[in-house]
């Protein structure tokens, strides 16, 4: 196949979402290296991906470039090759999320660094979707995000919540200033948990380096926030019964997590090999099917349209502290990094992806869950 057959395939490709080669739109990628056609057909999201960190292309707008491509499902129109039918054999055969890989995604992606992530978050360095609703900036909308949780759990002071999956400790540490909660929160992180126990000091929120499955204390509530996409579709069972053991009978268990809207077996290559080895993101059948028989769920909230304006902050932050960074990291990094960050806004923009808040019970709440729950609107001040 010639290069002018691989550039006619990519053309045809980008055409229905209105992007162009070479064109004057900023959503229009500038291609430098010829190679990148035959690459692309050949690798897929894979190739995209790596041929952007090598500077084979280039795009003013890579969001708008994602948000315009996705919903026009380019990768399918794309000839499944040889190497992504490994990925999907070896999703159908291997657990990737089983014990001895479980700090595999914490080593790769959240040890990257603590001053990344410092200077890319908000203030209480939450590394998930935040509620924008009322807010005006980045930290108002984390701790819009924060309080949802509390209220949607009926928080109480003295309550004990297990956080699994807890970050550098943002959650403990609000729901023990704001809630008069006690927390304990495990993440397998060495960086996540260091800095976590350093900003929670003096509280009683206690940060370990554990792997959930070896909780085995009872709490009032369990809370798990951006952690379930490293769980693996082989465990949501075992991750659904785990909790049950760690939760009081007339606990709740709140469950955050970026959702596909259909049952996938792998995760896009390019995310898997570079920013989140062994993820998986479920759909709301496999969460459903995971919970059934052990769980009630008493709610379930989308709020996937706020990540493209929590992403987008988080690219200016780093994109601003680049300078502060770049003795820490190469230009490869760079690319890699802004490609990651704007690719997953455009995604959300395009609504190809969600993040769903579910509230489980383990028996169901008399008068139902609205007889409980607080009011999460900003603008309610009950």
Not at 109 to 121: A, P, Q, S
Not at 259 to 285: A, E, V
Request: hydrophobic share 40%; aromatic share 12%.
């Amino acid at each position: 196949m010639s290069r002018e057959k691989f550039e006619r395939c990519i053309r045809g490709i980008l055409s229905p979402a209105d992007v162009m080669i070479n064109g004057d739109d900023p959503w229009d990628i500038r291609v430098r290296n010829t190679r990148f056609y035959q690459r692309v057909v050949r690798e897929g999201s894979l190739g995209l991906g790596e041929s952007y960190m090598d500077g084979w292309w280039d795009c003013d707008c890579l969001d708008e470039f994602f948000a315009r491509v996705m919903p026009v499902g380019a990768e399918e129109r794309i000839k499944k090759n040889w190497k992504l039918l490994l990925e999907i054999v070896e999703a159908s055969v291997v657990n990737s999320g089983r014990k001895s890989r479980a700090f595999r995604v914490g080593e790769r992606h959240y040890d990257t660094g603590n001053e990344l992530f410092r200077r890319m978050l908000d203030k209480r360095m939450i590394y998930s979707c935040a509620y924008w609703r009322g807010a005006e900036d980045l930290d108002a909308a984390l701790e819009a995000k924060l309080d949802m949780i509390c209220r949607k759990l009926a928080l109480k002071p003295g309550d004990r919540i297990l956080d699994i999956g807890c970050g550098w400790g943002g959650f403990g540490k609000f729901a023990a200033e704001r809630y008069g909660a006690e927390v304990v929160g495990v993440t397998i992180s060495k960086a996540q948990a260091e800095f976590g126990r350093e900003i929670c000091r003096g509280l009683p929120v206690e940060i370990r380096l554990q792997d959930y499955r070896n909780v085995t204390e009872r709490f009032d509530h369990v809370v798990s926030v951006g952690m379930f996409e490293h769980v693996g579709r082989r465990n949501y069972r075992c991750y659904m019964e785990k909790v049950r053991s760690c939760l009081k009978d007339d606990g709740l268990f709140l469950l955050h997590t970026i959702g596909s809207d259909i049952s996938l077996l792998t995760l896009d290559p390019w995310f898997r090999k570079y920013i989140f080895p062994n993820s998986h993101l479920p759909s709301l059948q496999q969460i459903s099917d995971s919970a059934e028989g052990i769980f009630i769920i008493e709610d379930v909230h989308n709020i996937g349209c706020n990540y493209d304006a929590t992403l987008m902050a988080w690219f200016r932050n780093f994109d601003s502290s680049w300078d502060l960074l770049q003795h820490l990291y190469d230009g490869r990094f760079y690319r890699m990094w802004k490609y990651y960050l704007l690719s997953c806004a455009g995604t959300f923009r395009s609504r190809c992806l969600q993040v769903w808040q579910f509230v489980f019970s383990k028996r169901g709440i008399p008068g139902g869950y609205d007889s409980i729950c607080r009011s999460f609107d900003p603008a309610d001040t009950a």
